[in-house]
């Protein structure tokens, strides 16, 4: 059964840092792009951040560049979320999402989801 779960989820004060990790049972995730995603209340469901299965490209949502890293550990089949400097905006259940395809944020383009991780930035 192909899975992936999130954790790494909490609350963190303004400025703080959280890791979140995506686990892969059932595949590899070496051989899909990964893509970072969250969904905030009211809110669609936003791409945050991708590593493509090819060549590992990276992409950042605008939001986010120069905060947060994405990472991949072939060993452990995880890929990782290092979220650095958060604000009260970046609050959202965040997900991480697999596809045979290269990056995206488009949510169709993605053939396997987790259930997702609450973030909440909150003094």
């Known amino acids: 059964q192909l899975q992936l779960v999130e954790s790494g989820g909490g609350l963190v004060q303004p400025g703080g840092s959280l890791r979140l990790s995506c686990a892969a049972s059932g595949f590899t995730l070496d051989y899909y792009t990964i893509g970072w995603f969250r969904q905030a209340p009211g809110k669609e469901r936003e791409g945050v951040s991708c590593?493509?299965?090819?060549?590992?490209?990276?992409y950042y949502a605008d939001s986010v560049k120069g905060r947060f890293t994405i990472s991949r550990d072939n060993a452990k089949n995880t890929v990782y979320l290092q979220m650095n400097s958060l604000k009260p905006e970046d609050t959202a259940v965040y997900y991480c999402?697999?596809?045979?395809?290269?990056?995206?944020?488009?949510?169709?383009?993605?053939?396997?989801w987790g259930q997702g991780t609450q973030v909440t930035v909150s003094s």
């Open positions: 999402a697999a596809a045979y395809d290269y990056c995206s944020n488009y949510v169709s383009k993605y053939d396997y």
């Open positions: 590593i493509s299965k090819s060549d590992g490209s990276i």
